[in-house]
């Protein structure tokens, strides 16, 4: 199966500041890819898919990008309300997720 | 408004059964793929299964891990997904989700998780 690795593991910003957080493929998925945002107690839910396309109603400070086995999710200016796990899930294979990244606010 | 309801998650011991119910409203069930997805506590994201629109046998996949001890199923004319879990271990403690799969494409890709039901905890103990 394709193994997904994200970066960081955990990251602590403040409201206002750029983040990135960084998703690796351990083979080519095309743009087979989709980023999700979970909230404690919560289910997750999809912020980007196909890589860089933003579902919709999600706030257009969140962006995608990449292709191939190396992706990217930018939230451009961090509010409170981002606090939460990122996961991102490859689809283009049996699916996997990689491990997470907790965002904390500062 | 899509709704996905998890039913039937709870306290099991080693070795027991459970069938975990989905109950889909707000969209054309029949239409759409669908996921179950785990995640034990405190852990991250894990797939678990995956069923076909139609439900046919040769298009239902699992996860390898689970070593045929779980079977997928769907009920188009009730709007419902299905897991049955047989031998359940200690290690299948966690909440069970089902989820539609979006952006699906035949041969090409598995579609992404748009919509998530709140989920079951399926607790393993004795």
């Known amino acids: 199966d394709i193994q997904m690795t994200q970066s960081p593991s955990t990251l602590s910003a403040s409201v206002g500041d750029r983040v990135t957080i960084t998703c690796r493929a351990s083979?080519?998925?095309?743009?087979?890819l989709a980023w999700y945002q979970q909230r404690p107690g919560k289910a997750p839910k999809v912020l980007i898919y196909?890589?860089?396309r933003l579902e919709a109603a999600v706030p257009s400070r969140f962006s995608g990008s990449g292709s191939g086995t190396e992706f990217t999710l930018t939230i451009s200016s961090l509010q409170p309300e981002d606090s939460a796990t990122y996961y991102c899930?490859?689809?283009?294979?049996?699916?996997?997720f990689g491990q997470g990244t907790k965002l904390e606010i500062k | 408004e899509v709704q996905l309801v998890e039913s039937g998650g709870g306290l099991v011991q080693p070795g027991g059964s459970l069938r975990l119910s989905c109950a889909a409203s707000?969209?054309?069930?029949?239409?759409?793929?669908m996921n179950w997805v785990r995640q034990a506590p405190g852990k991250g994201l894990e797939w678990v299964s995956y069923?076909?629109?139609?439900?046919?046998?040769?298009?239902?996949y699992y996860a390898d891990s689970l070593k045929g001890r779980f079977t997928i199923s769907r009920d188009n004319a009730k709007n419902s997904l299905y897991l049955q879990m047989h031998s359940l271990r200690a290690e299948d403690t966690a909440i069970y989700y089902c989820?539609?799969?979006?952006?699906?494409?035949?041969?090409?890709?598995?579609?992404?998780?748009?919509?998530w039901g709140q989920g079951t905890l399926v607790t393993v103990s004795s």
């Open positions: 989820a539609r799969l979006g952006g699906y494409i035949y041969g090409v890709n598995w579609g992404y998780h748009d919509y």
């Open positions: 707000g969209f054309t069930f029949s239409n759409y793929e």
């Open positions: 069923i076909s629109s139609s439900g046919g046998g040769d298009t239902i």
């Open positions: 083979q080519s998925i095309s743009s087979w």
């Open positions: 196909e890589a860089s």
């Open positions: 899930h490859q689809y283009g294979a049996p699916p996997t």
